[in-house]
Structures are given as structure tokens and as C-alpha cells.
């Protein structure tokens, strides 16, 4: 982001180059200062670290996607869609009715998008999870896939074209407002390929599920909703979540190879068994 930011002197102004520049040092020096401490305060911060840092680098991306790729796709995209949907399959999603209170709690559920990995992690950080770093690595590597997304496919999303009358007159006595704050908290538009926030759900159950069952389970009606959310609220095309799936997999497996995969529970209990007399591992 500070390369691309720097090739465009005259159309990024000096503050946000520099404001860019500043938090990507701050973040390489706090990262190495931090090192590997196994407790007290500078555990916590390294683990929290990228908690701050990928939201200021979703909201500086808005700033910069139109340097790198100005033609917007959302017309690509719908066609993608008709071609999946059918005409009136399409015109009937974009236009399907909601119940105030299903609008609500799909609002609600979209909402919790940021709060799944927090929680993911602060869940397995209290534990000290020996995989902790494996499935922050996890998560992050996915949240810069999907931006790097953006930027190859820039795009608004249903909610700005065919149903922006509907996402407009969407019912709900929490949600309308819920939604007015969150397009106004969101300072990158045209996010709409492929879903982040499908791909991102995905990659917190994926690690959820092999590090802390319990947690899963609290997580995947959340997630679950959020996904539907996605498409029924218009804020993504259905193009947009079906793409999230291979490249959320994708994204993970680039996480294994550069920081480990993450194991399963019961399968790193097995590995850290201590062995008996005749070498089998006791379990």
C-alpha cells in the first residue's frame, strides 16, 4: 500500500502517504520488539497486533484501488449472475421481501464480521494455543487475499445497482440503523468481489473447528447467518460468495506454507503425547 501510494505523488496526498508509512513501521518494529514472549503484557500485544491494523488497511484501500484499477465490474459481475441464476431467479433474489425482524438479525449477524476472528483469537491466546501464530497467520493472509481482491475486480455490489431501491427500503427497527452506521464506518466502496466477509468467516470456523470445538459451535450459527446475510441484505452478489469459497481455501493453504497448518486438537495431543516404554504414545 505505501508503493502504490508513493507511485501516485499527485493524487495521494502527503499525509496519507506518510500516515501509510508511519503504521507500516510501527508494525514491523512492535512485531520484532515483541518477540516471542510466552506471558504477561508483550504476549498479549503481539497477539492483538494485527487487530488494529487490518481495518486501517481496509480503510485506506478505497483511496488507492482507483489507482491501481479504475474500471468498475459490477456490470461483469451481474452477468455472471444471470448467467447462474437464470433472469428471473436474479430479479426475484434482488427483489425478494424481508420481515422487519429477519432484516434485523441478518443486520446483526453481518455486523459480527469483525468480532469472529477477535474472538477466535482472544479465545486461544487466554488458552496460550501452542498454534495460536498458525491461525492468526490464517486469518490475516485471508484478510489481504480478499483485498487484494478489490483490486482486481473493484466493484459496489447489488446493493448500489439492480436492488438499491430494495436495499434502501430494507425494514427492521435495529437494523436500519445498524446498516446506516456501517455504510457510513466503511471508507472502501467498492468491496463487493470477492465476499471478505464470506471468506473471512469461513477462515475463523475452518480454525475454530480444528482448535477449539466449543468455540465452533458458539461461532457457526453467527457465521452461518452472516453468510446469508450477505447475499439477501445485497450488500454481494452471489458471484462474489461463491468465488470467496476456493479462495478462502486457497488463502489458507498460502497460510500453511508460510507459517504451518493448523492441526487438528486431538491430533496435536497425539503428537505432544509422551511415549511409554515401548515407544507408542500414550494417549
Known amino acids: 500500500m505505501v508503493a502504490i501510494a508513493c507511485a501516485y505523488p499527485a493524487r495521494v496526498p502527503g499525509m496519507v502517504r506518510l500516515s501509510l508509512a508511519t503504521v507500516a513501521g510501527l508494525f514491523a518494529v512492535s512485531a520484532l520488539a515483541l518477540g516471542d514472549n510466552e506471558g504477561g503484557w508483550r504476549y498479549w500485544a503481539r497477539e492483538l497486533l494485527p487487530v488494529p491494523v487490518l481495518p486501517y488497511m481496509f480503510m485506506n484501500l ?20 444471470r448467467a447462474l441464476l437464470g433472469s428471473d431467479a436474479q ?47 490464517a486469518v490475516a493472509i485471508t484478510f489481504v487475499v480478499s483485498y487484494a481482491g478489490y483490486f482486481a475486480v473493484p466493484a459496489y455490489g447489488p446493493r448500489t445497482t439492480v436492488a438499491q431501491q430494495r436495499y434502501q427500503s ?10 446506516e452506521k456501517l455504510d457510513q464506518w466503511e471508507k472502501t466502496k467498492t468491496d463487493a468481489f470477492p465476499s ?20 465452533y459451535n458458539v461461532l457457526l450459527p ?11 441484505l445485497t450488500y454481494h452478489y452471489v458471484i462474489d460468495v461463491l468465488a470467496a469459497v476456493p479462495l478462502a481455501a ?25 511415549e511409554t516404554a515401548n515407544g507408542r504414545a500414550e494417549l
Open 62 to 81: 478505497g483511496q488507492l484501488i482507483p489507482l491501481v484499477n479504475p474500471r468498475i465490474r459490477d456490470q461483469a459481475l451481474l452477468a455472471i449472475d
Open 91 to 137: 430479479a426475484a433474489l434482488y427483489s425478494l421481501p424481508l420481515p422487519a425482524w429477519v432484516a434485523d438479525a441478518l443486520t446483526l449477524a453481518y455486523s459480527t464480521f469483525y468480532f469472529l476472528p477477535v474472538a477466535l483469537l482472544l479465545v486461544l491466546a487466554a488458552r496460550h494455543d501452542r498454534y495460536l501464530p498458525q491461525v492468526v497467520a
Open 170 to 179: 430494507l425494514p427492521g427497527l435495529v437494523g436500519d440503523h445498524v446498516r
Open 196 to 215: 471478505g466477509h464470506t471468506m473471512i468467516t469461513l477462515a475463523v470456523l475452518y480454525c475454530a473447528r480444528r482448535r477449539n470445538r466449543t468455540l
Open 222 to 232: 453467527f457465521g452461518s447467518l452472516l453468510i446469508v446475510a450477505t447475499v439477501l
Open 250 to 274: 486457497a488463502s489458507l493453504g498460502l497460510a500453511a506454507i508460510l507459517a504451518g497448518r493448523v492441526p487438528p486438537a486431538s491430533l496435536a495431543r497425539v503428537q505432544m503425547a509422551p
